[in-house]
């Protein structure tokens, strides 16, 4: 993965008391918007319900995915549960240490091979499966990561919403392809991430892909804005 790691940069300059801007975002389909970097080190009260219900969820063996600067694993670790954090951002690793994740690897999720009760995808957690056509890839591979009767949360977002006009309508061309498939852009003081992939699954084609690679899914929350928690397994 091509990684400039900004993000991490963004993370380590907040740990480290240097907070002085936040990360810009936008996406093939939507202008500029701001990321606050507090929010990427919010406590259980400052989460979104969904992810207090995933946390609440969470038992066994833990594999947080994704996890940033380890916000969820931290929470889980205080609670007695054995977690390990991954990412592919070695500035993320560095925070989540320094934080207190006693189990913290900079690894993509593609590499991992231990087996866990559950798996934590948190914060549009299909985003790193990057496109429609590697969800299965993926979900399979999640699959064997899976203890006997173990479970993935994941949560994602219907976007439909954004494609909608004034009127109603929805501008999407037809011929594209599946419509959560973004582009996604981040900056940070000045200087630009290189562009990433980011998928956003509706909860009905996750479904259906789950089924095809032998998993079992759940709808467990809906948020307020068209975002979902699922369970699989
Ligand atoms: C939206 S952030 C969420 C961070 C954290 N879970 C939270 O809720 O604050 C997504 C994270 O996934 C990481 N990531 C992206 N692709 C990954 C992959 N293939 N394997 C592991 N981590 C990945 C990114 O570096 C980033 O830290």
Redesign the pocket.
């Known amino acids: 993965?091509n990684l400039k790691d900004l993000?991490?940069n963004a993370l380590l300059d907040y740990q480290n008391g240097n907070y002085s801007e936040d990360i810009m975002t936008s996406t093939s389909i939507s202008d500029d918007d701001v990321l606050p970097l507090p929010y990427?080190f919010?406590g259980f009260k400052d989460m979104p319900k969904l992810?207090q219900k995933a946390l609440k969820l969470a038992k066994g063996s833990v594999l947080?995915?994704?996890?940033?600067?380890g916000?969820?694993s931290l929470y889980l670790q205080e609670k007695g549960l054995k977690v390990k954090a991954?990412?592919?951002?070695k500035g993320?690793i560095d925070v989540a240490k320094q934080r207190g994740v006693l189990h913290a690897e900079v690894?993509?999720?593609?590499d991992e091979t231990g087996t866990f009760d559950t798996i934590l995808l948190?914060?549009?957690g299909t985003?790193?499966f990057q496109e429609l056509a590697q969800v299965s890839k993926y979900l399979t591979h999640l699959k064997r990561l899976l203890k006997p009767k173990g479970q993935i949360l994941i949560d994602s977002s219907d976007i439909k919403y954004m494609y909608e006009d004034e009127d109603g309508g929805f501008w999407q061309n037809i011929n594209a392809n599946y419509y959560g498939e973004l582009d996604y852009f981040l900056s940070y003081k000045g200087e630009n991430e290189y562009p990433m992939k980011w998928l956003y699954l509706d909860y009905n084609t996750l479904l259906t892909a789950c089924t095809s690679v032998g998993l079992q899914c759940e709808l467990i929350f809906e948020g307020e804005h068209f975002d979902y928690l699922a369970r699989l397994g």
């Open positions: 993965m993000f991490g990427l919010r992810e947080d995915v994704g996890c940033g600067a916000n969820h991954i990412d592919v951002s993320a690894k993509n999720i593609i948190l914060m549009n985003g790193i």
